[in-house]
């Protein structure tokens, strides 16, 4: 009886350290970081011992190395003599081309197919629906040898290749478009496209302020294209057009010049970016419907046009719900474009199985593979989880 | 960290590394009762499946008499087929035991890759094979400047063709694959002029085409492939089966000993032949490697000679009639020599 007095009371009671619950916690933690401890160093040891019995070499040295072989793209100077370090870098850029190109692409296509599912119009909502249903329950790798193998293969060669407008080609060796060379005076265009992002800043500023004030709506988006489209091309044309385009053109076994689109990247390219445009596309439409009735109401009782309550009540509420799943796409997609081995595009896993196999340096090259993928997954989510909070809900 | 994610990983591959990395692989071979030999994915005449479903082949073979000189059994081989950048691994994860693999013998596969060569099997060379139906006026690998060149990755082919364009100062557009199929399929398509890889290979792979008369191998051969069967570095005693394996298979084809006449050779007067079949009196000829005296006739009884061997896969008498070439005994001006057996 007594004892239950003093539980009962407000200092507890004194048990034997054992029972300290406090104690308990802190020891048994402090056993659980011991044991990984061990068994880390227990791996470490064990693998260190293995490789030197196996005679196999160890160490990141070899990134020095020359790699001895060609990469077929790559958006660096990159030759045969160079490092596989420098390989590795190629196999990386083209990873994160292949995901920022395809994330581009899906969220767009992803928008558009979403709202379009809620269209009121029967046919494009069902269109919208059948793309969905049928991307989305096709595993990706599937996906892009559709592309591959059953759209850009079946092309015809370089002889017989399918002319396109504006001087370009397309047959199975990619598509061959003109390119622009830009002349020493070109330096003018990045700076008025610069002027003109500037400028549409200042104006926009100005419009809600004078909103604000007035209540007088300025036609912001009509305005602020034409400054941007207009002040660029006004410049090229007062600078005396500095650039020329060099024309695709056919040689012995295939079209030279130009600027070339791989098969390779542009079936991954396609594949990644319609295959996750259709996740997309329903995470916006959950999104959408996740806004209340009630908001666009009372929105258009307010006298708003169908138009400006989706874009200022509706979108707005949206994205809050649309964001976070939207990150996980964009990991998923960038992890997704290690499927390039399937179709030879030069990617960092691809890059890094042939290294792991001209060195033999397995454990190396997996570590690096994981590292980056760890490291663009943590970009990427860093990047989303501060649009995030920029969009989230202000709370006053 | 580095050292960290080493070790993290270097668990997940080198677990198996424990029991593989011991120098035991003969008691190991003989306790699981087969030989795990690592062959091609399928490349017809070397290691591929035959209509039966069973695996045939001149590395195929290889494995089988590696089996019938351990166990007196050329079916005592568990075939693990595998592709040009995993072989590496699986020998070293002791996956395999042995790999019979078109793999070419070069320092640093020797020297960084914890393997040892155990002999030249097929001295090989790298060419390039076009389609002319669509290229008539090439005849020469000089004039593949600007070529779209089909490749598969993690091969010594794709060193020696930067090497060989470099050299000549000549430009092409590597389209690389993983897997054999893969870059098969990608220049029967056409997504390359050429496909390069070593002769054997590419006669081979014609022969797989849907019209094998549309294609041509250049006459050029840029590079010196000589293949071989590897095994662990590290196990001299098996290192020593596999290596006399092939020099047995060899001495016997040099000797005139084959699976006809292998009985009335038992039988032999000749001292070389008794040597080398076990007929000595107390023969030794097993015991230094931890073999039957008899293993040399298991070998020639399951599979033949070198010749036999050569001739039933790839030879005269198979559809890709390779001519014996460097591949010739060195008694009829070729490269292939046996050390001594006694």
Redesign the interface.
């Known amino acids: 009886m007594a004892s239950q007095t003093q539980v009962s009371g407000a200092e507890p009671a004194r048990a034997s350290w054992i029972n300290d619950p406090k104690f308990r916690g802190i020891f048994f933690q402090l056993v659980v970081a011991a044991a990984i401890i061990a068994f880390v160093w227990w791996i470490v040891g064990n693998t260190t011992e293995n490789l030197r019995r196996a005679n196999i070499a160890s160490g990141f040295g070899f990134l020095n190395g020359r790699s001895g072989f060609d990469l077929s793209q790559s958006l660096i100077a990159y030759s045969s003599n160079s490092t596989f370090g420098r390989a590795l870098v190629v196999g990386l850029l083209n990873t994160m081309l292949v995901a920022v190109t395809g994330i581009i692409t899906a969220t767009i296509v992803g928008f558009i197919v979403g709202i379009g599912r809620l269209s009121k119009n029967w046919l494009i909502a069902r269109i919208c629906t059948v793309y969905v249903e049928v991307f989305r329950n096709i595993p990706p790798l599937l996906v892009i040898f559709f592309w591959y193998l059953g759209v850009l293969s079946v092309l015809p060669g370089p002889r017989d290749s399918v002319d396109l407008p504006l001087g370009s080609y397309l047959n199975n060796r990619g598509l061959f478009l003109p390119r622009v060379i830009w002349d020493q005076a070109a330096w003018v265009i990045p700076v008025s496209i610069a002027a003109a992002i500037i400028a549409i800043v200042a104006i926009g500023i100005w419009a809600r302020r004078r909103q604000a004030a007035t209540g007088r709506i300025f036609p912001m988006f009509r305005v602020g294209l034409a400054i941007f489209i207009g002040l660029p091309v006004i410049t090229y044309f007062l600078a005396g057009s500095p650039a020329t385009v060099e024309l695709p053109e056919l040689s012995t076994f295939n079209i030279r010049g130009g600027w070339t689109i791989r098969p390779e990247f542009l079936s991954l390219y396609l594949a990644l970016s319609f295959y996750t445009a259709s996740f997309i596309a329903e995470i916006v439409r959950a999104g959408v419907l996740g806004v209340s009735k009630g908001q666009s109401e009372a929105a258009y009782s307010l006298g708003l046009s169908p138009r400006r309550t989706l874009r200022l009540v509706v979108v707005p509420q949206a994205l809050r719900i649309i964001i976070p799943p939207l990150t996980s796409q964009y990991l998923n997609l960038t992890k997704n474009s290690s499927l390039a081995i399937a179709v030879g595009y030069a990617d960092l896993v691809a890059i890094g199985q042939t290294t792991m196999n001209q060195t033999g340096q397995a454990i190396e090259v997996v570590a690096i593979w994981m590292v980056v993928y760890l490291g663009l997954s943590l970009l990427t989510s860093g990047f989303m989880n501060w649009y995030n909070a920029k969009m989230a809900l202000v709370e006053r | 960290m580095?050292?960290?994610?080493?070790?993290?990983?270097?668990?997940a591959?080198?677990a198996l590394?424990?029991s593989?990395?011991s120098a035991q692989t003969l008691n190991d071979v003989k306790s699981a009762g087969s030989v795990k030999c690592g062959v091609h994915t399928g490349l017809a005449g070397f290691a591929a499946p035959n209509d039966a479903g069973e695996w045939a082949g001149f590395d195929a073979d290889f494995c089988r008499a590696v089996a019938a000189a351990v166990f007196g059994d050329g079916e005592a081989v568990t075939f693990v087929p595998t592709n040009?950048?995993e072989r590496?691994?699986a020998l070293?994860s002791g996956e395999i035991d042995l790999l019979s693999r078109n793999t070419t013998w070069t320092l640093?596969?020797d020297?960084?890759?914890?393997l040892t060569f155990a002999g030249v099997n097929y001295y090989d060379g790298q060419g390039f094979m076009i389609n002319s139906t669509?290229?008539p006026?090439i005849n020469s690998a000089l004039?593949?400047s600007?070529?779209?060149v089909c490749v598969q990755?993690?091969?010594t082919t794709?060193?020696n063709?930067?090497?060989y364009?470099?050299a000549n100062n000549m430009e092409?557009?590597?389209?690389?694959?993983?897997g054999f199929e893969?870059t098969n399929?990608?220049y029967e398509?056409?997504?390359c002029?050429a496909y390069t890889t070593d002769a054997s290979g590419l006669y081979a792979l014609r022969l797989t085409l849907a019209n094998p008369d549309e294609h041509v191998v250049l006459p050029e051969i840029i590079s010196k492939e000589p293949l071989g069967p590897a095994v662990?570095?590290?196990d001299d005693q098996w290192f020593n089966v596999v290596k006399w394996s092939l020099y047995a298979m060899i001495q016997a084809e040099e000797l005139g000993v084959t699976q006809d006449n292998l009985e009335e050779m038992l039988n032999s007067e000749n001292p070389e032949i008794r040597r080398i079949l076990g007929q000595e009196d107390d023969s030794t000829i097993g015991e230094g490697l931890g073999l039957e005296n008899d293993w040399v006739v298991n070998i020639i009884r399951e599979v033949g000679n070198y010749g036999e061997v050569f001739d039933r896969n790839i030879g005269a008498g198979s559809p890709l009639a390779i001519a014996r070439g460097l591949n010739a005994l060195w008694t009829d001006g070729g490269l292939q020599y046996a050390m001594p057996i006694r």
């Open positions: 580095n050292k960290l994610l080493v070790g993290i990983l270097g668990g591959v080198m590394g424990v593989a990395a040009a950048t590496f691994t070293q640093s596969r020297t960084t890759l914890g669509a290229l006026d004039q593949l600007g070529a779209a990755s993690g091969t794709e060193l063709l930067a090497d364009f470099a092409y557009n590597p389209v690389v694959f993983q893969e399929a990608a398509a056409g997504r002029d662990r570095q590290g």
